[in-house]
């Protein structure tokens, strides 16, 4: 065997601890997880129904062109059925727009504390990562990614990620922020600009970006978006992309074409019909922001003020010994190994009980560990 470099020194994605091996390692009954941003309301009834009448057909191959889906969201979108591409998982179409788009040796441009996804699969392609260095408050600096895209034609830089909202922090770039960065992008024909949409539905800022609205002036911009998160289909795996036709013409020629099977399509057909369901998630997920805000400063903590469907803070301490105490009391939050915040843990908003429990047992542990250096 010859592996590459690039893959010898690949690190894989950590994946939030899952409950039941969480409950076999530490003798436990109850385990409330909120490590991975998934929707705590469980799956949408109407989802599970289509499910049904879905699985009487998986004798057959799925609808190759997903039809029924990109009418629905090409609805959504207000775009052409050619400018929308379906995926496995957002994370599919990440990975398929830096292989589509860039060559081992070109370059994708990723902020620091941004999501991983976007170096992982940058390495597995052979293709180097740019860092922008972030601020000091954890954000997005748009004044250092102006000056990387000054250079981007001359570095090779054929994608920029924008994850916005950002995973891990919760914070987003405003709307006049993300146009500087289209406007500069637009000097570079080989530049794509990629927004990664992933909580759009849970943003409450007013000043956020329209990046379906924006993609009609701007022809480098790709938006991409899940169901895994507001929709609560993070288990079936379905995101897409919506883009200039020519550019999404090259993502269908490189795709399987069975790449989103047929109980997936029709679970997303129903999920977004389902607006009762939608409208629950946000109300769940703003109520249990706001708790964790007003809690975690009780508790002397700071955190990031977040657009999305988890809130990053400090705990002032070593965060894999606090992880660890919470896992013992049957809590899982993430950590940020990968990321040089060791200080920090990630909380996704469970329901009203799970975010109790959670808080609870933070507050047992923050008592249990001293604050490293004041
Ligand atoms: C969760 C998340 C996704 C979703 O990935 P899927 O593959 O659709 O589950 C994409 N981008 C970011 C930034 C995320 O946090």
């Given at each position: 065997?010859?592996?590459?470099?690039?893959?010898?020194?690949?690190?894989?994605?950590?994946?939030?601890?899952?409950?039941?091996?969480?409950?076999?390692?530490?003798?436990?009954?109850?385990?409330?997880?909120?490590?991975?941003?998934?929707?705590?309301?469980?799956?949408?009834?109407?989802?599970?129904?289509?499910?049904?009448?879905?699985?009487?057909?998986?004798?057959?191959?799925?609808?190759?062109?997903?039809?029924?889906?990109?009418?629905?969201?090409?609805?959504?979108?207000?775009?052409?059925?050619?400018?929308?591409?379906?995926?496995?998982?957002?994370?599919?179409?990440?990975?398929?727009?830096?292989?589509?788009?860039?060559?081992?040796?070109?370059?994708?441009?990723?902020?620091?504390?941004?999501?991983?996804?976007?170096?992982?699969?940058?390495?597995?392609?052979?293709?180097?990562?740019?860092?922008?260095?972030?601020?000091?408050?954890?954000?997005?600096?748009?004044?250092?990614?102006?000056?990387?895209?000054?250079?981007?034609?001359?570095?090779?830089?054929?994608?920029?990620?924008?994850?916005?909202?950002?995973?891990?922090?919760?914070?987003?770039?405003?709307?006049?922020?993300?146009?500087?960065?289209?406007?500069?992008a637009q000097a570079h024909p080989d530049?794509?600009?990629?927004?990664?949409?992933?909580?759009?539905?849970?943003?409450?800022?007013?000043?956020?970006?329209?990046?379906?609205?924006?993609?009609?002036?701007?022809?480098?911009?790709?938006?991409?978006?899940?169901?895994?998160?507001?929709?609560?289909?993070?288990?079936?795996?379905?995101?897409?992309?919506?883009?200039?036709?020519?550019?999404?013409?090259?993502?269908?020629?490189?795709?399987?074409?069975?790449?989103?099977?047929?109980?997936?399509q029709a679970a997303v057909i129903a999920?977004?019909?389902?607006?009762?369901?939608?409208?629950?998630?946000?109300?769940?997920?703003?109520?249990?922001?706001?708790?964790?805000?007003?809690?975690?400063?009780?508790?002397?903590?700071?955190?990031?003020?977040?657009?999305?469907?988890f809130v990053l803070f400090d705990t002032?301490?070593?965060?894999?010994?606090?992880?660890?105490?919470?896992?013992?009391?049957?809590?899982?939050?993430?950590?940020?190994?990968?990321?040089?915040?060791?200080?920090?843990?990630?909380?996704?908003?469970?329901?009203?009980?799970?975010?109790?429990?959670?808080?609870?047992?933070?507050?047992?542990?923050?008592?249990?560990?001293?604050?490293?250096?004041?």
């Open positions: 065997m010859k592996i590459s470099n690039d893959i010898l020194t690949l690190v894989p994605y950590v994946p939030g601890k899952p409950i039941d091996e969480t409950k076999r390692e530490f003798n436990l009954t109850e385990v409330v997880k909120l490590a991975s941003n998934e929707n705590a309301l469980g799956p949408s009834p109407k989802v599970l129904e289509a499910i049904q009448a879905a699985a009487l057909e998986i004798h057959r191959y799925p609808d190759p062109a997903c039809y029924d889906v990109i009418s629905a969201l090409s609805q959504l979108s207000g775009h052409s059925r050619a400018s929308i591409v379906c995926g496995n998982g957002s994370n599919e179409l990440i990975d398929l727009f830096i292989r589509v788009f860039a060559q081992p040796g070109d370059r994708v441009l990723v902020s620091e504390n941004s999501f991983v996804a976007y170096p992982i699969c940058a390495q597995a392609a052979h293709v180097q990562v740019e860092w922008i260095p972030s601020k000091s408050d954890l954000s997005f600096d748009v004044e250092a990614a102006l000056k990387k895209i000054a250079s981007a034609t001359q570095n090779k830089i054929r994608l920029l990620f924008v994850a916005n909202p950002n995973n891990p922090t919760g914070q987003y770039v405003s709307a006049a922020d993300f146009q500087r960065i289209l406007e500069a530049l794509l600009v990629v927004a990664d949409e992933a909580y759009v539905e849970f943003v409450r800022a007013q000043d956020y970006p329209d990046g379906f609205a924006l993609i009609k002036k701007y022809k480098n911009l790709v938006v991409i978006r899940t169901m895994a998160k507001a929709y609560g289909l993070a288990g079936l795996r379905f995101g897409y992309a919506v883009a200039d036709p020519e550019i999404i013409q090259y993502i269908h020629r490189v795709r399987n074409p069975f790449n989103v099977n047929n109980i997936v999920g977004l019909e389902d607006l009762d369901y939608m409208r629950q998630s946000q109300e769940c997920v703003w109520q249990g922001l706001d708790y964790f805000y007003k809690e975690l400063s009780r508790l002397g903590l700071t955190y990031i003020p977040s657009q999305a469907n002032k301490r070593n965060a894999e010994k606090v992880s660890y105490e919470l896992l013992r009391r049957g809590v899982i939050l993430r950590p940020l190994k990968g990321y040089n915040l060791p200080q920090f843990l990630r909380m996704s908003v469970g329901q009203a009980h799970e975010n109790q429990v959670a808080i609870r047992a933070l507050e047992e542990v923050l008592k249990l560990i001293p604050e490293q250096g004041a």
